[in-house]
């Protein structure tokens, strides 16, 4: 049974930093890419950031410089390290993972950051 367990939301003030967390099980972790995607109230699910199997990584353009996405095979974990939130960044975060047409979710974890 594949299971993606989000945590680390919360409520921040504009300019603080979170860290959410993805722990994966029932997966061969390091053979997925990863990401990290979000969806505001209203709005379409979008991409955040995503490492691939090869710790290659990609980022939306509004997250860049002020995001991180890593990996840790090891704790079968990837992480989304985010600096200088915006109110513009809440929503609710997702955790994917993918391997050819194997594709998983998280739950998610909502993340609010207050003006």
């Known amino acids: 049974q594949v299971q993606l367990v989000e945590s680390g939301g919360g409520l921040v003030h504009a300019g603080g930093s979170l860290r959410l967390s993805c722990a994966a099980s029932?997966?061969?972790?390091?053979?997925?890419?990863m990401g990290w995607y979000r969806q505001a109230p209203g709005k379409q699910r979008e991409l955040v950031a995503r490492?691939?199997?090869?710790?290659?990584?990609d980022y939306a353009d509004s997250v860049k410089g002020r995001f991180t996405i890593s990996r840790d095979n090891a704790k079968n974990t990837v992480y989304l390290q985010m600096n200088t939130l915006k109110p513009e960044d809440t929503a609710v975060y997702y955790c994917?993972?993918?391997?050819?047409?194997?594709?998983?979710w998280g739950q998610g974890t909502q993340v609010t950051v207050s003006s």
């Open positions: 490492i691939s199997s090869g710790s290659s990584t």
């Open positions: 994917k993972s993918n391997y050819y047409n194997m594709v998983y």
């Open positions: 029932g997966i061969i972790f390091s053979s997925y890419n």
